[in-house]
């Protein structure tokens, strides 16, 4: 090998690092299957899909599944994005899609392998700190399963995400009024459904919530 | 409880039980720590390397139609086994744990050794974990399609039966190994944080902390990561008989490793067998490289001459295959200096990075120096700068300007990717010359920077100091 050529003198770097980079110069990036890219993608927005996904499906463990696959369909996915500017409703739509999925599939699951332990029920994950903070989740979250995909999925945006409605709307393409019935159906099935468990009030009681 | 504190008038009605048991479960969801983030992302970037290994679209479409063809097949015969069996049940079941010998699943998924002979874990479709004795092992999941075993401390063999639908992974302290059907010994000894893995049969991916990204190995390859040191070593290993007849039916499930004239590129030996080799810190076989393999050329770069018919697999996936002696030998049929003048910069850095691998520094040093000289403004540039610092160590250990290669690297990209790893090696270097005072100072700014990166032990000797 010849040595000038290990000796040339080395150019200077033009460009800034990827973590200076817009939404729209990432989502470039992603089309482009840059490595970086994938990279600043999950650093921006993995907690904000881990987050999300854990707070509707209740799991640590399924919403790390959840984020894997939202990112993978980012990645592969990235040419259909139409605006690179909307990179962030870009992937949420996929979380979307994955959670709507993720759900449809555990309700099957329970439909057709009756008495088969849920998610909540893996004695691998625990989420909660104390012993009657855990109880009353694991109980919560079977009632978050009793409601459907679409209801769930909006109930849990709206109160545990603070999204807006119209947010809701545009991220899971339904009508502004489709959200709104959603989200008054899930909360007075879930208050019935509170208020008529006598477990669940006492323990929420004996946490300082009170029941109505 | 926390009051709420984000209703809105228009949202319906709720008890306040209701809205305690919200608010509990949104403060239920803690965030992801940094780690665990990395190790995400790790596996994010290993199901895109490993699923992504080049397959050409013909034969992508080909096994499309094949798997269109076997789910109609599959129906007509599922529909003739209902009609003489309705209640056989022709589902596939799903993963479970059969039965543990010489130990026991105790709380929080832990293996308990019962006596001194190891643990042996059988699941029910014939996957097999034998964990050495005194390791400490964990079985973090087991989901409808496979396990996660951990191993906090120890070595086990494994023998997963080959089903490309399941999902299997081994993490060995910070390193993650997806696998599909192999058979492989890894271990993991946290105290001298070193890494292990001899595989036998089949592939698998690792990721982790030093390789940068992914490292995808084939049958017969050894790779040994040293933290302290960032030391990725690959060998080469004889593969048994039986090993390589195993292997000869793996390679009918791998046919994206076959090149257009049917050659497979797997299992092709080495014009000369490799000797041990040494991976600089950060890329043993970086995964962009997988990745890219996969992207339409650049029409605007240059393309090698008729090196591409020559060598129907892009270098990236040639490299990505394990295959860097071919990315030799082709660079030198087609002449070094023309490759180095002509050659995309994705085959540089593939170049590069083979003759690493290899040991060759001189060829190294030239590629990376020839993809910043011809591509100053692609991100490889900015990559080749810490490499060059890692080769000039390599190469004649001329400390001084691999220090100057990482400053600068570290100045261009002080959040780059291998920042950490140019710190590290900085801090390193540093003791090693004696200048203690230097060590220190780096190490005290690494500490805050990176407290949990591969180098963070090291740092914390360091600053701790005498």
């Given at each position: 090998m010849p040595n000038r050529l290990s000796r040339a003198p080395l150019a200077l770097i033009v460009g800034g690092a990827p973590r200076d980079a817009s939404d729209a110069e990432l989502a470039a990036g992603l089309i482009a299957r840059q490595d970086w890219a994938l990279g600043e993608t999950w650093r921006r927005f993995a907690p904000m899909v881990l987050r999300t996904a854990e707070r509707v499906i209740g799991t640590r463990t399924e919403a790390e599944d959840v984020a894997q696959e939202v990112f993978y369909q980012v990645f592969r996915r990235a040419r259909t994005l139409r605006d690179p500017d909307s990179l962030r409703s870009f992937v949420y739509s996929f979380v979307v899609r994955v959670l709507k999925s993720e759900l449809r599939r555990r309700k099957r699951r329970r439909l057709l392998f009756l008495g088969a332990p849920s998610a909540a029920d893996d004695p691998l994950d625990a989420t909660a700190a104390d012993v009657e903070s855990r109880e009353l989740l694991l109980r919560f979250n079977a009632l978050l399963d009793r409601l459907s995909p679409r209801d769930r999925l909006v109930f849990v945006l709206r109160r545990?995400?603070?999204?807006t409605i119209q947010e809701i709307a545009a991220t899971m393409d339904l009508s502004i009024s489709t959200v709104k019935r959603a989200m008054a159906h899930a909360s007075s099935r879930l208050t019935h459904w509170v208020d008529t468990d006598p477990g669940l009030a006492a323990f929420v009681e004996s946490k300082g919530g009170r029941s109505a | 409880m926390t009051p709420p504190t984000d209703r809105l008038p228009d949202d319906p009605p709720e008890t306040p039980a209701l809205t305690a048991l919200v608010e509990l479960r949104r403060a239920a969801v803690k965030p992801h720590a940094p780690a665990e983030l990395q190790r995400g992302l790790a596996t994010l970037r290993s199901r895109i390397a490993s699923e992504g290994s080049s397959r050409p679209a013909l034969i992508r479409g080909a096994l499309f139609g094949a798997a269109v063809l076997v789910v109609v097949l599959g129906a007509v015969q599922l529909v003739s086994h209902f009609r003489a069996a309705p209640r056989a049940g022709s589902e596939r079941p799903p993963v479970a744990l059969q039965r543990i010998e010489g130990g026991a699943l105790v709380e929080g998924g832990y293996l308990a050794e019962a006596g001194r002979a190891g643990i042996q874990v059988y699941f029910n479709e014939g996957t097999r974990f034998v964990l050495q004795p005194r390791t400490r092992g964990r079985l973090r999941e087991i989901t409808r399609e496979g396990a996660t075993l951990s191993i906090e401390e120890g070595a086990a063999s494994l023998n997963v039966t080959q089903d490309p639908t399941r999902r299997w992974a081994i993490e060995a302290g910070p390193f993650l190994v997806t696998v599909k059907g192999t058979v492989f010994d890894v271990s993991w000894d946290p105290t001298d944080e070193r890494f292990d893995l001899k595989l036998r049969r089949g592939r698998v991916v690792v990721s982790g902390p030093v390789v940068g990204g992914s490292i995808p190995l084939r049958a017969g390859q050894h790779l040994a990561i040293r933290l302290p040191l960032a030391e990725t070593v690959i060998t080469e290993t004889a593969l048994e008989e039986s090993a390589r007849d195993d292997s000869a039916r793996d390679d009918q499930n791998h046919e994206g490793d076959r090149d257009d004239s049917g050659t497979d590129l797997r299992r092709a030996p080495p014009r000369t067998m490799p000797p041990p080799v040494s991976a600089a810190p950060g890329r043993a076989v970086p995964p962009r490289r997988a990745v890219a393999s996969r992207s339409p050329p650049d029409s605007s770069e240059p393309m090698l001459g008729d090196a591409r018919s020559a060598s129907a697999r892009p270098w990236p996936a040639l490299l990505a295959a394990g295959q860097w002696d071919r990315i030799l030998a082709e660079a030198e049929r087609r002449g070094v200096e023309a490759t180095l003048e002509q050659a995309p910069t994705e085959d540089l850095f593939a170049l590069a990075d083979a003759a690493r691998y290899s040991h060759r520094v001189d060829l190294a040093s030239a590629a990376l120096l020839a993809q910043r000289r011809r591509f100053p403004d692609s991100p490889r540039s900015l990559d080749a700068v810490f490499l060059l610092g890692r080769v000039a160590e390599l190469r004649d250990g001329d400390t001084a300007r691999a220090m100057a290669f990482y400053d600068q690297y570290l100045g261009q990209a002080?959040?780059?990717?291998?920042a950490a790893l140019a710190m590290g090696r900085k801090m390193i270097l540093a003791r090693d010359a004696r200048d203690l005072a230097k060590a220190r100072r780096i190490a005290r700014e690494y500490l805050v920077r990176?407290?949990?990166?591969?180098?963070a032990a090291a740092a914390r000797a360091l600053a701790r100091g005498p």
């Amino acid at each position: 090998m010849p040595n000038r050529l290990s000796r040339a003198p080395l150019a200077l770097i033009v460009g800034g690092a990827p973590r200076d980079a817009s939404d729209a110069e990432l989502a470039a990036g992603l089309i482009a299957r840059q490595d970086w890219a994938l990279g600043e993608t999950w650093r921006r927005f993995a907690p904000m899909v881990l987050r999300t996904a854990e707070r509707v499906i209740g799991t640590r463990t399924e919403a790390e599944d959840v984020a894997q696959e939202v990112f993978y369909q980012v990645f592969r996915r990235a040419r259909t994005l139409r605006d690179p500017d909307s990179l962030r409703s870009f992937v949420y739509s996929f979380v979307v899609r994955v959670l709507k999925s993720e759900l449809r599939r555990r309700k099957r699951r329970r439909l057709l392998f009756l008495g088969a332990p849920s998610a909540a029920d893996d004695p691998l994950d625990a989420t909660a700190a104390d012993v009657e903070s855990r109880e009353l989740l694991l109980r919560f979250n079977a009632l978050l399963d009793r409601l459907s995909p679409r209801d769930r999925l909006v109930f849990v945006l709206r109160r545990m995400d603070a999204m807006t409605i119209q947010e809701i709307a545009a991220t899971m393409d339904l009508s502004i009024s489709t959200v709104k019935r959603a989200m008054a159906h899930a909360s007075s099935r879930l208050t019935h459904w509170v208020d008529t468990d006598p477990g669940l009030a006492a323990f929420v009681e004996s946490k300082g919530g009170r029941s109505a | 409880m926390t009051p709420p504190t984000d209703r809105l008038p228009d949202d319906p009605p709720e008890t306040p039980a209701l809205t305690a048991l919200v608010e509990l479960r949104r403060a239920a969801v803690k965030p992801h720590a940094p780690a665990e983030l990395q190790r995400g992302l790790a596996t994010l970037r290993s199901r895109i390397a490993s699923e992504g290994s080049s397959r050409p679209a013909l034969i992508r479409g080909a096994l499309f139609g094949a798997a269109v063809l076997v789910v109609v097949l599959g129906a007509v015969q599922l529909v003739s086994h209902f009609r003489a069996a309705p209640r056989a049940g022709s589902e596939r079941p799903p993963v479970a744990l059969q039965r543990i010998e010489g130990g026991a699943l105790v709380e929080g998924g832990y293996l308990a050794e019962a006596g001194r002979a190891g643990i042996q874990v059988y699941f029910n479709e014939g996957t097999r974990f034998v964990l050495q004795p005194r390791t400490r092992g964990r079985l973090r999941e087991i989901t409808r399609e496979g396990a996660t075993l951990s191993i906090e401390e120890g070595a086990a063999s494994l023998n997963v039966t080959q089903d490309p639908t399941r999902r299997w992974a081994i993490e060995a302290g910070p390193f993650l190994v997806t696998v599909k059907g192999t058979v492989f010994d890894v271990s993991w000894d946290p105290t001298d944080e070193r890494f292990d893995l001899k595989l036998r049969r089949g592939r698998v991916v690792v990721s982790g902390p030093v390789v940068g990204g992914s490292i995808p190995l084939r049958a017969g390859q050894h790779l040994a990561i040293r933290l302290p040191l960032a030391e990725t070593v690959i060998t080469e290993t004889a593969l048994e008989e039986s090993a390589r007849d195993d292997s000869a039916r793996d390679d009918q499930n791998h046919e994206g490793d076959r090149d257009d004239s049917g050659t497979d590129l797997r299992r092709a030996p080495p014009r000369t067998m490799p000797p041990p080799v040494s991976a600089a810190p950060g890329r043993a076989v970086p995964p962009r490289r997988a990745v890219a393999s996969r992207s339409p050329p650049d029409s605007s770069e240059p393309m090698l001459g008729d090196a591409r018919s020559a060598s129907a697999r892009p270098w990236p996936a040639l490299l990505a295959a394990g295959q860097w002696d071919r990315i030799l030998a082709e660079a030198e049929r087609r002449g070094v200096e023309a490759t180095l003048e002509q050659a995309p910069t994705e085959d540089l850095f593939a170049l590069a990075d083979a003759a690493r691998y290899s040991h060759r520094v001189d060829l190294a040093s030239a590629a990376l120096l020839a993809q910043r000289r011809r591509f100053p403004d692609s991100p490889r540039s900015l990559d080749a700068v810490f490499l060059l610092g890692r080769v000039a160590e390599l190469r004649d250990g001329d400390t001084a300007r691999a220090m100057a290669f990482y400053d600068q690297y570290l100045g261009q990209a002080p959040d780059g990717p291998y920042a950490a790893l140019a710190m590290g090696r900085k801090m390193i270097l540093a003791r090693d010359a004696r200048d203690l005072a230097k060590a220190r100072r780096i190490a005290r700014e690494y500490l805050v920077r990176f407290p949990t990166a591969s180098y963070a032990a090291a740092a914390r000797a360091l600053a701790r100091g005498p």
